[in-house]
């Protein structure tokens, strides 16, 4: 028995060893491997809708080994499916959501979401079951497993999948079963090779299936990534072990990426190995992707990180392996699938993305030897590795054209002429509708339109061009029909971007078919939309050097521009989003073209003929942005020639650095730093260089290096400019300055801050970024100030969008102006009575114009006599305007594409005499022109495509077309015409206007996320259509000489959308199909269907909003409408809008009940008549209104219709009346503690008389009423009664400016609104009363600083209250410099500006019988506000009785104007509200709520300037306007009684005057309007003259010296003496005394007045803005900004700059006050001693030999005191000069000699510096 069982055993051991030893199936030579293959794409918004685009491929794949390596491969049994449909099985509903969370997703994470959230069930164990399955395995297609998730997908398709006919399939299929050859290397595929006329696209489809067999089954043989150290791997590979992980740098279809490997044995069948290999895309050596665009952009990194895709990919391959463990490179691939997703996501993480599902598979159907050998590929052509190559938009047009060029000559006639058709079908549509009405057909005709003409034949394109496109002249016999075709044709031809495009327009050109104009356009259009490539900038070059560009100064100027842009795309490196270029073949081929443009343009700027081509060669290297001109541009910006070039050619020179300074930093830097650290240079220039040195992207260093030199700058222009760039970039939301952003806030840090105010140049950005859609804009602002003007010199601004991670900076325009700002100063600034506008400024050049031609002999006045003298002892240079100079420029992307620069000639002209050239537009104004304008283009143009693992690509593209036209005809007449040169005297009477016109825009947004497989097209699109009108048409008639006014409006007569936009997501399929038409010619014709995505899954139902108004009340009725799916209704992480579904907004108009056929406005303001009354009542009625400044106004509207006629009047009157306060009334209110008394509380440092006085004038309140009457007719059908409306409002505040140290004011303001039936206030009523005082606790500290002043050391009451650690109060400070007899020290002004704030304000509100929607609103409000302060809010409810209809608020600040407590008190609660920040308020909005949609919605607006108070110091106007201006809104020098001045730009500094009249203050501008002049006759005492040469008057005012009797009050004793024209007048006190032009006639106009407050005397001339105060000892200067850079005397030259402070009187600079002073002193024998002279500054001349033994004469660089000739020196000073050495002989040396002696040289400051010596500064001279 026992040997029975021993031989059984031995059997069985027998049995195992044989099959053991059966071979395993491998890849071996001499077999065909059929395996089964199918291809499945699907696309969609998953978390939106279960619709979804597709198409799924299925093949037989043949492989055929020849040998171990040598492989051929065939395709088989191809078909082609579209999908389109709805996914409705239960495993397919499982695709639901795709991310959870925005938390950051580790790769395997991310693959492992990508299939477990596939649109099939992924089952944990559903890959063993599927494999395990062997009869299942056998053919997938024909299952009917239920284990096999096929049997859901094929019967979920059956719905929706269609097969692609036979007789389009033949081209795919041609080309598909074409065989190919590859090798086959231990599972690496390489060297693959096809046929010659094999395309590409069928190339990288297979490739898409032999990266399913693309294994590394040896990672040794790789580069392995697994590596602690350059040598070792972490794990030793083990080719023995069970399971293997490793990651290695793997080459596929989609690129060179990591791969992580995971290979385990198969625990059920033997010999079986699977493999799973995922992809991590974000580790790339190299990936495939193609991208153009006609926008440049790029990537921003933030803080150093690489930028995240927006369309992010993950694959995962699982394959079975059959492997042969004798020979472990020996295997076969039994099955494989790979799936992957491509997720596009444009907004957050939290959603919104666009998701294509992509599937492959590849089964094992049989293994055989092979009977049928392949035929080999013949012609072969080696295609490479696996790696996707992309056809270009050429090389798909290339094929076509060969077929074309392949055709017969009738063929191509045939296509030409098909062509033709449908090209002129297309421009004959749009044109109809830019007559009749845009569409969304337009748009997309538009768009046709261009692909149409790009992908015509060079032939075809220029014959279709130059016949469809007739000459100018032409051009105006033809009807709209075939204008508008002709201009849509040339929008589109300028967009097609080929070459052959920009060859068709200089044919164009040299025909002389399009105007200058169309010229211009078409040039710009094609060089921001071309590809660049050689020969297309060298055609550009043809055009710029054409006769038609050299006789047209327009088209010049175009082809410059354009050609820089060009040249800039073709040698610059590319970057993200921009376009695919063709590129020079080498470097060396790149570095001759560089050399070539740059040459030619350096050689258009030294040809340049006129200042215009010298700055467009400029701008036209800064478009270029090309290395080889930066040395010439440093030439005029540093080298010779910057002394003699302008500065406008200097500043454009730095600007056209900005595109190189990238490229370059290390040279930009060397050649601009300096220039913007040089304090001599041009404030423009230095901000040009600070701006150009920025763009750099410079390190930290740098920006440290920039910030401490704003320590030591003396520039306030540049100083402000740098600071407010680096607090700009550090306060930066936009992703492109992360690192800039957290460098400057380092760099700040060492920047001296500067907050100058509006005047001063600056840079600023409005931005909004929103972090959740990863979208946001920036607006910079940039200014640079003139010095001559408050209105700066340049100003630009620029938007930068950021969206779908990429910045653009989008569109950028400035204007940079020299010489104007005289006119906008007069049309803008104080003088508002006499210049009202551009009428009355031309009417009064014309004026002044009429008196110069003329005989006009006057006698001269004293004033005028005494003028000449003065200018004769003192020669003050005049500050003339610079020559009238500028340009306006626009940039695109960052090409400047148009500059139109201002004439100069006829700029001087209309400055100087008012006149302007364009008699003949008036003329043609007045019989009516007609403007039609219509533009076509292209807002956005981009695409970028990456490949599938199916070796299918998938494209990102976004385009767009823009549609707009205007027809205007308008008539305009002036009466007198205002430009005619025979209106002389004659003021405008009179104005007609008439416009009828439709202005119409339409703007088509289309996003596509799609898969082209050459046949059919599939995928997800938004389709977004904006469309707005606005028609005008009425009349307009001013009659400014009667003041009436009326205004006429047509209403519509049918409905029109005012503004419409629309969106609409939906998933298509586009299907390519071949026919033949009757002539025998192929024709494609595109099979579109469509599934729109209705967000069902987000939101059952839409959120929809109407809402409309007027519909009674107008007779037009304005409707509201909106549709949406808002994604915060179920999910939070639902897609955002747009991509959850449909939107509509609408904004229409339409006729309503009773509709008007027009609507006329009258305006008129009412006087009232003086006919019947005498001539004195008249001129006291005339005093009476002056005095209230009664302006009464009446507006009438009138609907007409013939039987419901509605009818409104609107009745305004304003009028201001002076009360003195009742002072007792206000004082019950206050605590007794706090009032001030009547007799005790003497306002410290005046007289009691005094006090006395001003108590009685500044006592004095300013009423100001504003009452308004509303009365319409009732509403038809509606209403059976009038409406009428009430409103007053009453303003009291004080009527002089407090500057008193002891005062409690107050301001208030009355509301009373009455309305319903009548106004008597028995229907509806709400009165507000708001009334605006000191604090408590304001009026406490000021009590305690009063008590300290007055007893110092007292120690009677020691309680807490009334004791400070801080002795010294600003109060007590100005107190002493009051005693001292200084009234507006520094100190004393901080007091009187503290305690003339009115800290609390208390609001009380009644109302009765208001409206439901009035309560409804209110409470709203109230809720808005508790939500908003939850967290400071305190609200009692609870037994709370207050009064009803009644409801108070007080709001307190705090000292420092930072924070604000509130109390409230209603009918039903007590609420308050602490510490709401006031210094930096935010206003929160929540557009949801007023849109009535649940979409987020919600904006903090910051606002730039803090909340203030009212105070009786300034009004709030002037409060804010000091805010923005750094107190210099009303600019002021100060003459103090201790002979200190201090300036207009606040430099202060000592200097005493002496018996000689000084120049404290003079207009230095040619019109010479006023001058101050100031003497102190004895030097013993503080008494000063101060004399005013102001209208043609002399007014003279000091001190009386006359002996009074011993009885004379002390009061008396001070009178000040006023003199005008050696006339005495006497001031009554606080009497506004008037002079007029005509003192006989007071009709006549004023010149300005005078007033005495005590002892100052004020002369003010508000016409000219100017005022004069003085109280004998002192003297004020106040004027307006107007004056800015045109002063001279002591008081400076308010220029704004602190270094340029002391400028004498012929602009040479100063560096001794003492100096500058004495410059301004007006020699006199009446000021200084018999036999005595005072010296003059002149510049020091010394004649020396120099080293070379020449004569040279030096001449010092700055004047000092020098005797006049006959004079010898009595008392000197010894100073330090710098000294310019000249040769003897030059003529400049002679002319400098002569000129020396009459007046200081201020040219010599600027010049080097030769030597030093010590001169005598000669201060006394008596005669020799």
């Not at 299929?173 to 599972?187: D, P, Q, T």
């Not at 072969?380 to 050429?394: A, C, H, I, N, Y």
């Not at 220039?675 to 992207?697: I, L, Q, Y």
């Not at 109230?1422 to 709370?1440: G, M, S, W």
Request: proline content about 4%; some cysteine; glycine content about 4%.
């Amino acid at each position: 028995m026992n040997r029975v069982l021993l031989l059984l055993l031995g059997l069985c051991l027998a049995q195992a060893n044989i099959r053991q030893d059966r071979p395993v199936p491998v890849y071996d030579q001499g077999k065909d491997y059929v395996y089964r293959y199918e291809g499945d794409i699907k696309s969609g918004i998953p978390q939106t809708s279960d619709r979804f685009s597709g198409m799924k491929i299925q093949a037989d794949v043949r492989l055929q080994f020849h040998t171990d390596q040598d492989v051929l491969m065939r395709l088989e049994k191809i078909s082609l499916k579209t999908l389109l449909g709805e996914l409705d099985s239960p495993e397919e509903k499982k695709m639901q959501m795709m991310k959870t969370s925005s938390e950051e997703v580790v790769p395997d994470q991310m693959y492992k979401d990508a299939f477990m959230q596939d649109h099939l069930d992924m089952a944990k164990d559903w890959w063993m079951k599927w494999w395990q399955n062997k009869e299942s395995s056998e053919e997938i297609q024909d299952t009917d497993s239920e284990e096999t998730p096929w049997k859901s997908d094929k019967n979920s398709e059956k719905s929706f999948s269609q097969e692609v006919p036979e007789q389009d399939m033949r081209e795919f299929r041609k080309h598909l079963e074409k065989v190919i050859r590859f090798r086959y290397e231990e599972g690496d595929v390489k060297d693959i090779e096809a046929r010659k006329d094999e395309p590409q696209w069928s190339v990288n489809f297979k490739r898409g299936i032999l990266h399913l067999i693309k294994l590394t089954m040896d990672p040794r043989k790789s580069e392995l990534l697994d590596r602690d150290d350059d040598v070792t791997p972490n794990t030793s590979y083990n080719k023995f072990a069970n399971e293997r992980i490793y990651r290695v740098m793997e080459d596929d279809v989609t690129g060179r990426c990591e791969t992580l490997y995971n290979i385990r044995d198969n625990q059920v069948q033997k010999n079986i190995r699977e493999i799973i290999k995922t992809k991590d895309y974000r580790n790339c050596e190299e990936r495939s992707e193609h991208a153009q665009a006609i926008q440049s952009g790029f990537m921003p990194d933030e803080q150093g990180d690489k930028p995240k895709e927006l369309l992010e990919s993950s694959v995962q391959t699982r394959a079975y392996v059959i492997m042969d463990k004798n020979s472990h490179d020996k295997f076969m691939v039994k099955s494989v699938e790979s799936r992957g997703q491509h997720v596009f996501q444009p907004y957050s993480d939290k959603g919104g993305e666009v998701i294509t599902f992509a599937k492959q598979s590849l089964k094992l159907l049989e293994s055989a030897d092979w009977t049928e050998q392949l035929s080999e590929p013949e012609p072969s052509e080696r295609k490479g590795g696996l790696m996707f190559v992309f056809d270009t938009r050429e090389q798909n047009r290339d094929l076509t054209w060969n077929r074309y060029m392949r055709m017969s000559d009738a063929q191509k006639h045939d296509v030409t002429q098909m062509r033709t058709e449908k090209i002129q079908a297309l421009c004959q549509d749009i044109a109809v509708d830019l007559n009749d009405g845009i569409s969304g057909e337009s748009t997309r005709k538009f768009m046709e339109l261009v692909e149409e003409l790009r992908n015509l034949h060079q032939d075809q394109l220029e014959t279709i061009i130059m016949e469809e496109i007739t000459s100018p002249e032409e051009h105006t016999q033809q009807d709209w029909r075939h204008k508008n075709a002709r201009k849509v044709l040339l929008d589109a031809v300028s967009l097609v971007g080929k070459k052959e495009a920009l060859k068709v327009i200089q044919q164009l050109m040299e025909d002389d078919k399009v105007t200058d104009d169309e010229c211009a356009q078409m040039l710009t259009g094609i060089s921001l939309s071309i590809q660049p490539c050689p020969e297309s900038v060298k055609n550009m070059l043809e055009i710029v050097k054409s006769p038609r560009s050299q006789s047209s100064r327009q088209v010049r100027q175009a082809a410059w521009l354009s050609l820089g842009t060009m040249v800039h795309g073709l040698l610059s490196e590319r970057r993200e989003g921009q376009l695919e270029k063709h590129l020079p073949e080498n470097k060396e081929t790149a570095m001759e073209l560089r050399r070539l443009y740059s040459q030619e343009l350096m050689t258009c700027m030294e040809d340049a003929q006129s200042d215009e081509e010298k700055l467009m060669c400029l701008k036209a290297m800064g478009n270029a942005g090309l290395e080889d001109t930066v040395d010439r541009l440093q030439e005029l910006i540093t080298g010779k020639e910057s002394d003699t070039t302008p500065l406008e050619f200097r500043v454009e020179a730095i600007r056209a650095l900005w595109r190189v300074a990238e490229k370059l930093p290390h040279k930009i830097l060397n050649i601009l730093f300096p220039v913007f650290n040089n304090p001599e240079r041009d404030p423009e220039e230095r901000t040009a260089a600070f701006d150009v040195v920025m763009a750099s992207n410079p390190p930290l260093s740098v920006l440290e290096m920039i910030a401490q030199s704003t320590q030591r700058e003396t520039s306030n222009q540049v100083g402000q400019y740098v600071y407010t760039c680096l607090k700009k970039l550090s306060e930066s939301e936009l992703p492109k300055d992360m690192r800039m952003k957290t460098d400057c806030k380092i760099a700040l840090r060492l920047a001296k801050p500067f907050n100058k105010g509006i005047q001063y140049s600056q840079s600023r950005r409005f931005q909004a970024m929103d972090r959740d859609m990863q979208m946001g804009a920036a607006l910079d602002i940039n200014t640079v100030a003139d010095k001559s003007s408050v209105w700066p010199r340049f100003a630009s601004a620029k938007l930068g969008l950021h969206a779908m991670g990429y910045h653009m900076d989008v569109f950028e325009t400035g204007v940079r102006v020299e010489g104007l700002q005289a006119m906008i100063d007069s049309l803008l600034g104080k003088d508002m009575d006499e210049k009202k506008g551009i009428f009355d400024y031309l009417k009064k050049k014309s004026q002044q114009r009429h008196h110069a031609d003329g005989s006009w002999n006057s006698r001269k006045s004293l004033h005028d006599i005494e003028m000449e003298k003065i200018q004769q002892k003192l020669p003050v240079e005049t500050r003339r305007h610079s020559e009238p100079r500028g340009h306006m420029y626009m940039k695109w992307f960052g090409n400047e594409i148009r500059f139109d620069q201002l004439n100069k000639d006829d700029m001087q002209q209309l400055i100087d005499q008012g006149r302007w050239p364009i008699t003949d537009k008036e003329e043609e104004l007045r019989h009516g022109m007609d403007t039609h304008v219509t533009k076509a283009t292209k807002l956005v143009e981009a695409s970028r495509q990456i490949p599938t693992q199916l070796g299918l690509p998938i494209t990102l593209e976004m385009n767009s077309a823009l549609l707009m036209t205007s027809d205007v005809n308008t008539k305009l007449k002036v009466t007198p015409g205002i430009f005619r040169e025979d209106r002389h005297n004659q003021k405008v009477k009179g104005v007609d206007c008439e416009v009828k016109g439709q202005q119409e825009i339409a703007l088509q947004l289309v996003g596509k996320m799609s898969v082209d497989c050459h046949v059919i097209q599939s995928g997800v699109a938004l389709n977004a259509m904006m469309n707005t009108q606005f028609p005008l048409s009425g009349k307009m008639s001013l009659d400014l000489e009667n003041k009436k006014h009326k205004m006429t409006i047509e209403t519509p007569e049918k409905e029109r959308e005012l503004f419409v936009w629309r969106s609409e997501p939906f998933v298509f399929t586009e299907e390519t199909r071949s026919r033949l038409n009757a002539d025998g010619v192929e024709r494609e014709d595109k099979v579109f269907k469509k599934l729109s995505i209705q967000g069902k899954k987000t939101q059952k139902w839409p959120n929809m909003f109407h809402t409309s108004y007027g519909r009674e009340e107008l007779g037009i009725e304005f409707a509201l409408d909106t549709r949406m799916v808002s994604r915060m209704n179920n999910e939070q992480t639902s897609p955002f809008h747009p991509l959850t579904g449909p939107t509509e907004l609408r904004l229409s108009c339409k006729p309503g009940l009773h509709v008007p056929w027009e609507i006329d406005l009258e305006l008129q303001q009412t006087e009232d008549t003086v006919r019947h009354l005498s001539p004195m009542e008249r001129l006291v009625f005339t005093e009476e209104k002056e005095r209230r400044n009664e302006k009464p106004m009446e507006i009438y509207v009138l609907a007409k219709h013939s039987q419901h006629p509605r009818t409104m009047k609107i009745k305004l009157n304003t009028y201001e009346e002076v009360t003195q306060e009742d002072i007792d009334s206000e004082d019950a209110r206050i605590p007794g503690r706090f009032r001030h008394g009547k007799a005790k509380d003497m306002e410290p440092g005046v007289s009691m008389e005094t006090d006395d006085k001003m108590k009685q004038w500044l006592n004095q309140i300013l009423r100001r009423t504003i009452a308004i009457q509303l009365e319409r007719s009732p509403v038809p059908n509606k209403e059976s009664q009038d409406f009428k409306m009430c409103v007053t409002t009453e303003l009291e505040y004080p009527a002089v400016p407090e500057w008193r140290l002891l005062q409690d004011r107050r301001v208030k303001t009355n509301i009373d609104v009455k309305w319903g039936r009548d106004c008597s206030g028995n229907d509806k009523r709400i009165k507000i009363t708001a009334k605006w005082q000191k604090s408590d606790e304001q009026r406490h500290q000021e009590k305690m600083e009063e008590l300290q002043e007055q007893h110092p050391s007292s120690q009677e009451d020691t309680s807490e209250e009334f004791i400070r650690k801080d002795k010294t109060t600003i109060y007590s400070a100005c107190v002493q410099d009051r005693l001292q007899g200084l009234m507006e020290t520094p100190a004393c002004r901080k007091a009187v500006e503290q305690r003339s704030l009115l800290q609390q304000m208390d609001i009380d509100v009644e109302y009765h019988n208001i409206p439901t929607w009035m309560k409804e609103m209110s409470s709203a409000l109230k809720q808005y506000v508790y939500h908003i302060f939850f967290d400071r809010l305190t609200v009692e409810d609870i037994d709370v009785h207050n009064d009803d209809n009644k409801m108070r608020m007080r709001c307190t600040i705090d000292r420092d104007q930072k924070e604000m407590n509130v109390t409230m008190v209603t009918p039903e609660e007590n609420i308050k509200i602490n510490r709401i920040s006031i210094e930096k308020p935010k206003i929160r909005l929540d557009f949801s709520k007023i849109l009535k949609t649940r979409l987020p919605m919600k904006t903090d607006w910051s606002v730039a300037f803090p909340m203030r108070f009212p105070s009786t110091k300034m009004t709030m106007r002037e409060q804010y306007m000091d805010m923005m201006m750094n107190d210099k809104f009303i600019p002021h020098c100060k003459y103090q009684p201790n002979d200190r001045i201090r300036t207009f730009d606040g430099v202060e500094f000592p200097y005493q005057v002496g018996p000689c009249d000084h120049i404290l203050a003079k207009d230095a501008s040619p019109e010479h309007r006023f001058m101050v002049l100031i003497n102190k006759p004895d030097m013993e005492n503080n008494k000063k003259i101060v004399k005013v040469f102001l209208e043609g008057k002399k007014i003279e005012m000091s001190m009386n010296n006359k002996q009074q009797s011993q009885q004379s009050s002390d009061e008396e004793d001070n009178q000040m003496q006023i003199t005008i024209d050696g006339r005495q007048v006497s001031l009554p006190h606080l009497i506004v005394h008037k002079i007029y032009k005509d003192e006989e006639d007071a009709g006549s106009p004023m010149m300005f007045t005078m007033q005495r407050i005590g002892k100052k005397v004020k002369v003010e001339c508000d016409r000219l803005g100017v005022t004069v105060e003085t109280d004998g000892h002192s003297a004020d200067v106040k004027i307006s900004n107007a004056y800015r850079g045109k002063m001279a005397g002591l008081c400076g030259n308010f220029d704004g700059e602190h270094h340029s402070e002391y400028e004498g009187p012929s602009r040479e600079v100063y560096s001794s006050p003492f100096d500058f002073g004495l410059s301004y002193r007006i020699p006199s024998q009446e000021c200084h001693e018999q036999g005595k002279s005072l010296s003059v500054m002149r510049n020091v001349r010394i004649t020396q030999l120099n080293e070379f033994n020449k004569k040279e004469t030096c001449f010092s660089k700055m004047p000092v005191a020098q005797c006049p000739e006959g004079f010898m020196v009595s008392r000197s000073e010894t100073r330090h000069l710098e000294f310019h050495c000249l040769p003897s002989e030059l003529d400049i040396t002679k002319k400098y000699t002569e000129l020396h002696k009459t007046k200081p040289l201020d040219m010599m400051a600027t010049k080097r510096t030769d030597r030093i010596e010590e001169v005598e500064a000669e201060l006394e001279c008596e005669m020799e």
